[in-house]
């Protein structure tokens, strides 16, 4: 049996489900009754304690040294398999350079700012997040319900190193049908589970999240207490939609009688949540409250105390339903939002409402049909996929021999 678990995973930048996969391993293994040690390790070393992460070394480190025979490599979750080294780093910088990352892609392609940036993060591999044995001093290497969108359109170049080192993984599961077909296709076997988020409202129950929280966000639960909506956007799926969204809420607002919350849960570049929430603020006034968050754990908190989620996160629409909450997902080509909608929101029970994502010009009215949604329903929803979660853990820690 493997003692020591090597976590990997983008645990270097402010995004709520980033922040949250360490954590998610760590408790379910406690709860399995699994002792092994672990580390976590990102594109770089990092310290995100202070908002709830883990500090973790760099890829580099562990590749060079770290790891070893007999150590399990685990990649603990996201939309990583087709992640590829621009994006990997444009996640890290500030917006600024970011977009010149993105305008630099357009011209020269995405091989040659893929070269640079891999030069820039010091990165081993092919793709960041890509692990074979041989990557990793021998070690066993398993995929923790990750995302593989994508997969099939990376080039020749990446393909086959991809294909190669997913053949030799100990364990691999996905988290949608979409990347279980298109790994498939490459004539691999993916398990199909939830991803790990499913598991929050077991492994941190509102008591102890209570506990954790920033004095800000223990006011803004006090005065709100229960039941208030949550919408959530990053920068990009706002652009040029901001009155529409904003006119939506109104609406929403003035229909329940229910004070509005914008909570950000993507604080990284090719999110920036806050951002766009801020303008969306801006424009709606009094009508709602910018959260305050520091910490995933303020996020997670004003989740589960919400009478209903909207946004456009994976990891909101998540916690959301773990702890029953009415989930509408917002937008379009949200493809992660959307693959978790369709593949495990909907089917638990003959009274399940349609999971598509809303167009923001109908959010109010599919806002309003969500909360119209049984009781009983929700809870359904949450058990089952709890149920899928815990038997993905079990199987995760019996390939890596625990």
């Not at 883990?54 to 770290?66: D, F, N, T, Y």
């Not at 079990?394 to 390939?399: E, H, P, Q, S």
Request: charged share 20%.
């Amino acid at each position: 049996m493997s003692r020591r678990w090597h976590l990997v995973g983008a645990f270097d930048r402010f995004n709520y489900g980033d922040l949250l996969f360490p954590h998610l391993v760590e408790r379910s293994l406690e709860r399995l009754g699994v002792a092994v040690e672990l580390r976590c390790w990102s594109t770089r070393a990092a310290d995100l304690s202070a908002h709830g992460g883990k500090v973790c070394g760099s890829l580099r480190q562990l590749q060079a040294s770290e790891a070893r025979s007999g150590d399990a490599v685990v990649v603990a979750g996201g939309e990583v398999l087709a992640a590829r080294w621009t994006g990997t780093l444009r996640g890290l910088v500030s917006p600024r350079p970011s977009l010149a990352l993105g305008l630099a892609r357009r011209v020269l392609g995405a091989a040659t700012t893929d070269f640079l940036a891999r030069q820039w993060l010091h990165g081993r591999t092919p793709q960041p997040w890509l692990l074979g044995p041989e990557d990793v001093g021998g070690a066993m290497v398993a995929y923790n319900a990750v995302g593989a969108q994508g997969v099939t359109s990376l080039p020749p170049a990446l393909a086959r190193p991809a294909q190669e080192r997913l053949a030799q993984a100990r364990h691999l599961a996905v988290r949608d049908r979409g990347s279980r077909e298109a790994l498939e296709s490459w004539g691999l076997a993916p398990a199909l589970a939830p991803d790990s988020a499913a598991l929050v409202a077991e492994l941190f129950p509102r008591g102890w999240l209570e506990e954790q929280l920033s004095p800000p966000t223990t006011d803004l639960l006090q005065r709100r207490g229960e039941g208030f909506l949550v919408f959530q956007t990053g920068r990009f799926p706002l652009r040029r939609r901001l009155s529409t969204v904003a006119d939506q809420l109104r609406q929403l607002v003035d229909a329940t009688g229910r004070p509005l919350v914008l909570l950000p849960l993507g604080l990284a570049s090719a999110h920036e949540d806050p951002h766009a929430l801020a303008q969306l603020a801006a424009t709606l006034g009094s009508a709602a409250e910018l959260a305050p968050v520091r910490t995933i754990w303020d996020q997670m908190a004003i989740l589960a105390a919400a009478g209903l989620y909207a946004g456009t996160s994976l990891h909101g629409a998540l916690t959301a339903t773990a702890f029953e909450v009415p989930v509408v997902g917002v937008g379009s080509r949200v493809s992660k939002l959307e693959a978790f909608l369709e593949d495990w929101y909907l089917g638990a029970g003959p009274e399940s409402r349609s999971p598509a994502c809303a167009p923001p010009e109908d959010l109010c009215p599919a806002a309003l049909d969500a909360l119209e949604e049984a009781e009983e329903v929700r809870i359904g929803r949450s058990r089952r996929l709890a149920k899928a979660a815990w038997e993905q853990a079990r199987a995760l820690a019996a390939a890596l021999g625990a």
